[in-house]
């Protein structure tokens, strides 16, 4: 297997995607000879041209809506939008167009394109260029919503994502572009609903997904020492939500630790906590707890961005603290 | 105030600012991301000369140069920069987000057109409270196609509200050219739609742009509605800090430059005699003097307190 990192396992995904269905095709600001903000569509005009890459206007609800009708007219569109921060101007044709004109038009039909965006803390860019939002998305009735940490599920994840006929919110990290790891050449899939544990154990559940998954190994790492072993789940899909995964294991760990870098108030995780509480409450030995961003604009200063995102050694001790 | 020294003056220091700050994230001394000015001086102050001072500005993500055009002082900015808590934001905003109520400086933007509709509620804001004070809103050319524009423009005209949207047309929006995203030839044009007269004017020409913000400013303080102004400009650095212009010909470079608004400025000023080559170098050095002390107040002020992480978010 090659060694790739993430940006081009996004890549990958999508030139595998595009050269195995010409109903495929991406569009975004810059995604052209630019090569994307963060690079995952680089080559990709050069290859396919600016009918298939598209660069778009700054306007990312066109964007957003745009995607839906050509969806809804049988292409599979891959939009991009620069920063998950500027969702939130997209979010009337995504939420309101793409999530309901299914259910609405009576199942009649299908809305089958990706949202790709890029977000999250750690580049000190301030609060409109580092949020989380996947908890909106969660809410959203009639969207998936996805979330790798590392290439080989980002190549995965977003080929089972284009595949889907529904529209799937693809959440890429800023910190973990440049991440390597090993990904198949072959075409292969990771279905989305599936969660994966990265790292057994028997004291704990650490439920996380995204650049937090990565946190949590090396949270693992930390509790090893300690003596403690940590069971590490990275839920890869929000939703669906693979539920069974994180019982199996909270069966039998009966502690769960929830993390993510969103804001804590009304944070998806807590919807997993909510699941927990009602299918495997008999298996918890202990309340369960979260460690979240603060809830504040993310700030620049490198020193109050720290403060504000859970980091390794705050996961370990918040898992050291539940294991008593 | 605006004399000939002064316009100079201002010109020269955001020139030093921003090449001061691009060399200081190459070093790393500075962290996160930044959007800089240099090659469109011209635009922040002629449009800020041709205002009153108790009028109001609001910026984008390309501000520094509209910030100190408006009377910003480099040391708390640079320290925001830094995310020190001497910076104008305290930290929390660094290079994207710095505001100066007092001298009515409403804020630099990191959402592009998310400005226009701020910049319209304050002209609501000063039009209800019967002032005669104005707004005037930088945008760019990649802004004018976000649909916060079209619908700032409209409501403005039709509340007939007192600002001047201004608009730095630098040919690109980040490596888009204009015509590949824009379907009209200038965005002045797209006043038409909204009964707002558009005017299209040299934005490397401090002057000619200072002439325009203030007959702008004459008319809509009077009561005229809205006016729109496009200023024809070229950035000379990347849109961020790791761009390299893929996208556009050193030659286009090339032939900005020849054009450099802080040049042309001053050779004007040589030619009518308003200020000589020793006055010319004096600025300069005083400038660069200005920037050092900038740099040290900010490399030397305090970081925020941790544990003030999550005051201020409520009032
Ligand atoms: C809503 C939103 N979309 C995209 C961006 C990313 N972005 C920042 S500046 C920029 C280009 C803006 O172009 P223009 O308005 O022409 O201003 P310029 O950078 O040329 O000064 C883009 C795409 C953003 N910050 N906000
Ligand atoms: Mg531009």
């Known amino acids: 297997m090659a060694e790739v990192t993430f940006w081009q396992a996004i890549r990958d995904a999508l030139r595998d995607e595009m050269l195995r269905d ?33 660069d778009t206007a700054i306007s990312e609800a ?42 609405m038009f009576g199942g009649k039909t299908t809305v089958p394109m990706v ?34 940490s590392n290439p080989y599920d980002a190549k995965g994840l977003l080929k089972a994502s284009i595949r889907d006929d529904n529209p799937v919110r693809f959440f890429e990290h800023k910190m ?71 019982l199996r294991s909270v069966r039998k760990t009966g502690r769960v630790l929830l993390a993510s870098e969103g804001c804590e108030n009304n944070n998806a995780v807590t919807e997993v906590a909510m699941r927990i509480n009602e299918h495997g409450f008999d298996y918890l030995d202990a309340p369960m707890k979260r460690i979240c961003a603060a809830d504040v604009p993310i700030p620049m200063s490198p020193t109050l961005e720290d403060a504000c995102i859970p980091t390794a050694p705050r996961i370990a001790e918040a898992a050291k603290e539940l294991v008593g | 105030m605006n004399t000939p020294a002064d316009l100079y003056r201002k010109m020269a220091l955001i020139r030093e600012f921003e090449m001061r700050i691009d ?54 900015m640079m320290a925001e920069m830094m995310g020190k808590q001497t910076g104008y934001s305290r930290g929390r905003g660094g290079s994207q987000h710095m505001a100066c109520f007092d001298i009515g400086f409403l804020g630099s933007n990191g959402i592009t057109g998310g400005g226009l509709p701020v910049a319209v509620g304050a002209a609501l804001g000063f039009k209800m409270q019967k002032t005669d004070r104005i707004v005037l809103c930088f945008f760019g050319d990649g802004a004018s196609n976000q649909g916060t524009f079209h619908e700032s423009l409209n409501l403005a005209a039709v509340w007939r509200l007192p600002i001047i949207f201004f608009c730095e047309n630098n040919l ?82 090339q032939r900005w430059h020849e054009r450099d608004p802080i040049k042309l400025y001053a050779a004007r000023l040589r030619e009518s005699g308003e200020l000589d080559d020793g006055r010319i170098a004096r600025i300069d050095a005083e400038v660069k003097q200005q920037v050092d002390e900038a740099v040290e107040f900010a490399t030397t002020s305090p970081d925020p307190n941790p544990d003030e992480l999550e005051g201020s978010v409520f009032a």
């Open chain 1, 176 to 246: 973990i572009y440049g991440m390597k790891g090993e990904v198949p050449e072959e075409d292969y899939v990771v279905p989305l609903g599936r969660a994966n544990v990265t790292h057994e154990g028997d004291d704990v559940t650490i439920v996380i997904y995204s650049m937090m998954a990565n946190l949590a190994l090396e949270a693992a790492g930390i509790l090893e020492q300690d003596g403690i072993s940590a069971e590490v789940i990275d839920l890869r899909s929000l939703k669906p939500l693979d539920v069974d995964t994180i």
């Open chain 2, 172 to 253: 690109y929006a980040m490596s888009t050219p204009m015509h590949d995203a824009t379907a009209v030839e200038n965005i002045a044009e797209r006043g038409n739609a909204y009964t707002i007269a558009g005017e299209v004017i040299d934005g490397n020409d401090v002057i000619a742009v200072r002439d325009a913000v203030a007959g702008a400013a004459e008319r809509v303080r009077g009561g005229s509605g809205p006016a729109l102004i496009e200023a024809m400009t070229y950035r000379y650095l990347g849109h961020s800090k790791s761009d390299k212009c893929e996208y556009r010909t050193r030659e286009e470079e």
């Open chain 1, 62 to 103: 066109a964007i957003a809506g745009a995607a839906v009708g050509a969806a809804m007219c049988g292409y599979r569109p891959v939009a991009e939008i620069m920063y998950m921060d500027f969702l939130t101007i997209a979010m009337d044709q995504f939420v309101n167009q793409g999530g309901k004109n299914r259910y």
């Open chain 2, 23 to 76: 060399e200081m994230f190459a070093t790393g001394r500075i962290r996160g991301t930044t959007h800089l000015s240099a090659g469109q001086e011209a635009c922040a102050v002629g449009a800020c000369a041709g205002l009153r001072c108790d009028d109001a500005v609001v910026s984008n993500h390309r501000g520094h140069g509209h910030f100190i055009a408006t009377g910003g002082d480099p040391g708390a």
């Open chain 1, 22 to 54: 010409e109903k495929v095709f991406v569009m975004g600001e810059d995604v052209g000879i630019y090569g994307g903000a963060y690079g995952a569509t680089r080559d990709l005009w050069e290859e396919f041209g600016s009918e298939r890459v598209r």
């Open chain 1, 115 to 148: 949202l790709r965006t890029q977000g999250g803390a750690g580049r000190c860019i301030a609060a409109q260029h580092s949020q989380s939002l996947e908890a909106w998305f969660v809410h959203a009735p009639g969207v998936f919503v996805v979330s790798p």
